[in-house]
């Protein structure tokens, strides 16, 4: 069992930045992955980045390349997202996942636990 509780959404300017936390609690150690998904109002729930837990090797969504960055912090159990030059279509509930089987990464039914989710709506 491991529960996620995202942090530091809110409303920003269309070209600011947010940083979004996950803490993540309980069986941590066996985490293979944890990502980043976002859902707007009206759309399926959609990739953002991932983390390897342990190697930490990333990868993310085109949508998103160059301006945001995925991290992890294994001591502190949170996984962190970078948001930078943010765009009004950004905008939606950001969620964050914990995998524990070694698949690809990029869809949500790859993904076992999830945090509660955080608003992040960037104004134009």
């Known amino acids: 069992q491991v529960q996620l509780v995202e942090s530091g959404g809110g409303l920003v300017q269309a070209g600011g930045s947010l940083r979004l936390s996950c803490a993540a609690s309980?069986?941590?150690?066996?985490?293979?992955?944890m990502g980043w998904f976002r859902q707007a109002p009206g759309k399926e729930r959609e990739f953002v980045a991932a983390?390897?837990?342990?190697?930490?090797?990333?990868n993310s969504a085109d949508s998103v390349k160059g301006r945001f960055t995925i991290s992890r912090d294994n001591v502190k159990n949170t996984v962190y997202l970078q948001m930078n030059s943010l765009k009004p279509e950004d905008t939606a509930v950001y969620y964050c996942?914990?995998?524990?089987?070694?698949?690809?990464?990029?869809?949500?039914?790859?993904?076992?636990?999830w945090g509660q989710g955080t608003q992040v709506t960037v104004s134009s």
């Open positions: 996942a914990a995998q524990f089987r070694a698949t690809t990464g990029g869809r949500p039914n790859d993904y076992d636990y």
């Open positions: 309980g069986r941590t150690y066996s985490m293979f992955r």
């Open positions: 983390i390897t837990w342990h190697s930490g090797a990333t």
